[in-house]
Structures are given as C-alpha cells and as structure tokens.
Nanobody, 127 residues
C-alpha cells in the first residue's frame, strides 16, 4: 500500500524559503503513470493545487505560484520536494502531497480527486 509522508520546518520567517519533502513508501514514484502533487490549504480556505511531477519526470506548476516554486525529485530516495520562495503570511497553510491519476491544475479541488494523501505538514510564516 502506497503511503506518503510530508516533512518540513514548521515555522518560517517572512521572505525566506521553505523546502518540503514528500517521502513515498510502498510504491515507486517512477513506475506506472501518476502525478505526484503538492496541494495546500490555508486556514478557513479550500484546497489549492501548487504543482506536480509526473512519473516520467515532467513538471507542472500552478501559474499563480510558478515564479516562486520549484519542484524536484530524488528517485534514489523515492521522494519529491517542493521549494517555495519569498514567503509571506498568506503562505501559511497545511501542505499536502498527494498522488493522482490525472493532472488537475485548478478549479475546485476535492480530496477524492487524488487516491493517496499524506497527513500534511503545517507551515506557518511568522516573524
């Protein structure tokens, strides 16, 4: 059974950069064809898609975040990473990684759109 686990620093100062990692167990990020996504949920708001890496290594970014976001993966460690730069308080959210069979780049996201989710990691931007 595939499981995802996010990790990150928790508290970050404004203007800094945060790196979050999603470690995948029970399956490989390079087999079959899936999209490995980063999704966040600010307090009191809905889910926001941030970007994804496909099984073949193709990378997709949300247009609204593309200038501040970088995605990468380490296939030897079966994990993928989100880097978000120039943080502000508006980036405070719970960040999730999730696996999906289809690429969904916007609109109203539902948890059912993805078949495996991590538990999420809280990122708070504050001085």
């Amino acid at each position: 059974q595939v499981q995802l686990q996010e990790s990150g620093p928790g508290l970050v100062n404004p203007s800094q950069t945060v790196s979050l990692t999603c470690t995948v167990s029970g399956g490989s990020i390079t087999t079959n064809y899936y999209y490995w996504n980063w999704i966040r949920q600010p307090p009191g708001k809905g889910l926001e898609w941030m970007g994804a890496i496909a099984t073949d290594g193709s990378i997709f970014y949300s247009p609204s975040l593309k200038s501040r976001t970088s995605l990468s993966r380490d296939t030897s460690k079966n994990r993928f990473t989100l880097q978000l730069r120039s943080l502000t308080a508006e980036d405070t959210a719970k960040y999730y990684c999730a696996r999906g069979e289809h690429l969904i780049t916007g609109g109203i996201l539902n948890r059912d759109d993805y078949d495996v989710w991590g538990q999420g990691t809280q990122v708070t931007v504050s001085s």
